[in-house]
């Protein structure tokens, strides 16, 4: 069974400051994706960036990329510029690349920007 | 979230009390799941079904029953309920095998409280 563990329960920037999320996550498929979910107050779930195991090259998307350690099964998220609209639940996820099989979700970092 | 329906947004049962959560979808998706979301847990996978017929057990079943008759309802049936069953779930619906992400998206619901006394 795949696992995926965030050590930090809460977080906080200032505004304009960059941050760094950590995950890591214990399975032993070689083909697979990770991701980052936030989640703001409404609930909402939504997809902020997502990782393919067997692409060696970092995914980003405009402020938010990751540093991707696949033998370390690391997948930290880095937000650069911080919002304080970015202020939310942020989920690392995992599921496997075939098999039709569900997203595993770590526990969440809360992280708040203060202005 | 257009596109999965979730009902009630807002419940409080009694300990014992059985009820259903609703999840609807109208994009014709194969692939829903039901999870509940505690403080400090994170989401935790219930139930899903890879498509109408079929269902399989997740990370945290026990308590729950599901049944997928149709390709867009998944209703998830708590039978006696307990106040260990207090939390938000969340319903998610995406087309099979597709992965998030490059134009594919799985669609989660707004979520429904639930409070059992």
């Known amino acids: 069974a795949q696992t995926v563990t965030q050590s930090q329960p809460e977080m906080s920037v200032q505004e304009a400051e960059t941050v760094t999320l950590s995950c890591t996550y214990d399975?032993?498929?070689?083909?697979?994706?990770l991701f980052w979910y936030k989640q703001p107050p409404s609930r909402q779930m939504i997809l902020v960036i997502r990782?393919?195991?067997?692409?060696?090259q970092n995914a980003t998307e405009n402020r938010f990329s990751v540093n991707f350690q696949k033998a370390a099964k690391s997948f930290s998220l880095k937000i650069s510029d911080s919002q304080l609209g970015d202020t939310a639940m942020y989920f690392c996820?995992?599921?496997?690349?075939?098999?039709?099989?569900?997203?595993?979700f770590g526990k969440g970092t809360r992280l708040s920007v203060i202005a | 979230n257009a596109g999965v329906t979730q009902t009630p947004k807002f419940q409080v049962l009694k300990t014992g009390q059985s009820m259903t959560l609703q999840c609807a979808q109208d994009?014709?998706?194969?692939?829903m799941s039901w999870y509940r979301q505690d403080p400090g847990m994170g989401l935790r996978l219930i139930h899903y079904s890879v498509g109408a017929g079929i269902t399989d057990q997740g990370e945290v079943p026990n308590g729950y029953n599901v049944s997928r008759s149709t390709t867009e309802d998944f209703p998830l049936r708590l039978l006696s309920a307990a106040p260990s069953q207090t939390s938000v779930y969340f319903c998610?619906?995406?087309?099979?095998?597709?992965?998030?992400?490059?134009?594919?998206?799985?669609?989660f619901g707004e979520g429904s409280w639930l409070t059992v006394v």
């Open positions: 990782q393919e195991a067997y692409k060696q």
């Open positions: 996820a995992f599921m496997k690349r075939w098999g039709n099989t569900p997203l595993v």
């Open positions: 399975t032993s498929e070689n083909n697979y994706y």
């Open positions: 994009m014709n998706h194969e692939y």
């Open positions: 998610a619906s995406s087309y099979s095998g597709q992965v998030p992400g490059s134009g594919n998206t799985i669609y």
